[in-house]
């Protein structure tokens, strides 16, 4: 995946987690959604951080949520 493409995605999940923590405010249903979006937010932070280290546990959160 190309660094363009991560951006890309990473700024979709940042504006979605900023709607599904409206949604969790009004509703704690949603929070394992809000969960996940953080948890990919942090993966995809990691995959453009040039970090050998934090893409590791990147992939290894990746692996354990599959």
Do not use: C, H, N
């Not at 709607?19 to 509703?27: I, P, R």
């Not at 979006?37 to 932070?45: G, Q, R, V």
């Amino acid at each position: 995946m190309s660094p363009a493409t991560i951006k890309a995605q990473l700024d979709r999940l940042r504006r979605a987690q900023v709607k599904v923590a409206a949604l969790v405010v009004a509703d704690p249903v949603y929070a394992p959604i809000f969960t996940r979006l953080e948890a990919e937010i942090a993966d995809m932070e990691a995959m453009l951080s040039g970090d050998v280290i934090a893409r590791a546990r990147a992939v290894a959160r990746q692996m354990a949520t599959a």
